[in-house]
């Protein structure tokens, strides 16, 4: 394997998983669009967040341990699927449960090539 893949593949899923955290803290900013307080506000956009912490902190477990992230984010993936089947569009679907399904499998394979991509 040579030096452009390994690299490749051990920072794609970090990046992409960051990127997925912007995109779902996208959805957090709707709730400056409600009559409410400041304060409100900001308690209703911290707790829209929770998603976006989940996120992060298997990104931060994952970033060490390539198996647990691997599995952390296809259950996670699941986990959305199952709450919310049948509840929205194909596409809501495949925009949440896609990209952690993808960054999953590709933690899953920086764990197979560890050794690989850890040499230089």
């Not at 009559?35 to 994952?62: R, S």
């Amino acid at each position: 394997m040579n030096k452009v893949i390994k690299q490749v593949l051990f920072w794609t899923p970090r990046v992409l998983c960051i990127l997925f955290a912007m995109f779902l803290s996208l959805f957090a900013l709707d709730v400056f669009s409600e009559d409410a307080g400041l304060g409100e506000k900001i308690l209703g956009l911290l707790i829209h967040l929770v998603p976006v912490y989940v996120v992060v902190i298997v990104l931060v477990i994952a970033w060490r341990w390539e198996w647990v992230g691997a599995i952390a984010f296809i259950g996670l993936a699941l986990f959305y699927l199952f709450q919310v089947w049948g509840r929205e569009h194909w596409g809501a679907y495949l925009a949440i449960s896609g990209p952690l399904t993808l960054i999953g499998v590709l933690f899953l394979l920086n764990w197979k090539y560890r050794a690989q991509l850890r040499t230089r």
